[in-house]
């Protein structure tokens, strides 16, 4: 049987080019870039060619750019070492978002517990923020803004171009999120006024445990104490063949891949609405490329994607990092969801490795499934 596979929110496949480029870099050049000698500053001249391309690809500069074990630990950082670095101001108070990913809202919690204060925004049934609630809710204790820029459930992308204006005009740090979003829309740090950029690697074709933190302002405390690696900001031995890995995925990136993905997503919706009693989560216009969110009215996502796997085929009902859960998703909950259809939602996400014709046998299979799924529920 073959697998479709249509989780690649959760991770993609790495490419297999991105793979060769990082092979050399566990068995021939294996030097510690922090080390004197030639074998270590060749690994050291590698990693400040990948920073390059990286930053590059943000309009930003090199030594705005660190590396990270990927995007949990760049938006802990964020959180967790501005609210430490800004106790002396006296300034305590975060604004995010109801749909934000678990490693922002956790994070969030945890540091209420240590003082901060903080609001989560409401968004409309479609996923945004209300850019007047946004300013209505800085107050003179406020020094961070952190926000989702392409939702990892429903797609959504935020407008981090007028939330960037707004908070240059009330000097307040602004970071975005961008595992998601990042080489599937564009972000600019410059033009787009972002003081912090999460970034990582599995999500782009890239290995996974490697990622990339933008930082304008380095006025942050650090996770982690040691060696002083990545500008004494993140100690740690770089993993040199993950961002040697990382760096060749951002190369490859096209658009092409993108305008092919957006197609594959539109015919998708397009023909999974035609089934009775579906509808789409999230806007059809501002939506990442690569995602769809669907519910089945009366019908339990899980048992979809259960049945979808006995084809082979691979789909989620939600973000990978909360599917240990049986808790409702938060963000369709944000969004308007009773508890109900929140349950009846899948997410399917797509790579520049489908086709049409992966599609076709998934939507083939999965009007089947629900058919079957219909007859036998109880909700009618």
């Not at 030639?38 to 500069?61: P, W």
């Not at 946004?134 to 820029?149: A, D, G, Q, W």
Request: proline letters at 2%.
């Amino acid at each position: 049987m073959k697998k479709i596979y249509l989780d690649n929110a959760s991770t993609t496949r790495t490419d297999e080019k991105v793979v060769r480029k990082m092979i050399p870099y566990f068995i021939e050049k294996y030097g510690n870039p922090s080390s004197k000698h030639l074998v270590g500053q060749e690994a050291k001249r590698t990693l400040e060619e990948a920073r390059h391309i990286i930053a590059k690809s943000i309009n930003a500069k090199d030594n705005e750019i660190i590396f990270t074990s990927g995007g949990t630990e760049g938006n802990n950082f964020v959180l967790k070492g501005l609210f430490f670095s800004n106790k002396e101001n006296k300034k305590n108070h975060i604004i995010t978002t109801k749909i934000e990913h678990n490693s922002i809202l956790k994070t969030c919690k945890w540091l209420e517990k240590q003082g901060a204060e903080v609001t989560y925004l409401d968004v409309d049934k479609n996923g945004f923020i209300d850019l007047n609630e946004l300013k209505n809710s800085i107050t003179e204790n406020t020094f961070l803004v952190s926000i989702i820029h392409g939702n990892n459930e429903i797609g959504v992308i935020q407008d981090i171009e007028n939330i960037g204006e707004i908070c240059k005009e009330k000097n307040i740090f602004f970071h975005i999120d961008a595992c998601q979003s990042y080489l599937k829309t564009n972000i600019d740090v410059k033009k787009q006024n972002l003081d912090f950029v999460t970034l990582n690697s599995h999500k782009i074709y890239g290995p996974k445990g490697v990622g990339a933190l933008y930082i304008k302002n380095k006025n942050i405390t650090p996770l982690f104490h040691g060696g002083g690696h990545e500008q004494r900001l993140r100690s740690g031995t770089e993993n040199l063949p993950g961002i040697v890995g990382f760096a060749e995925a951002v190369k490859l990136s096209s658009e092409k891949d993108i305008k092919k993905m957006q197609k594959l997503r539109d015919y998708t919706i397009k023909e999974i609405l035609k089934i009775p009693n579906t509808f789409l989560n999230g806007t059809k216009e501002k939506r990442l490329c690569n995602n769809i969110n669907i519910c089945f009215r009366n019908i339990e996502g899980e048992s979809i994607g259960g049945y979808l796997e006995s084809y082979g085929i691979c789909i989620s009902t939600g973000s990978a990092c909360s599917s240990h859960t049986l808790e409702a998703s938060h963000v369709l909950k944000a969004i308007g969801l009773s508890p109900l259809e929140s349950n009846s939602s899948i997410r399917i996400s797509l790579s520049k490795y489908n086709n049409l014709e992966e599609i076709n046998k998934f939507l083939d299979v999965l009007n089947k499934i629900v058919v079957k799924l219909r007859k036998i529920s109880p909700i009618k």
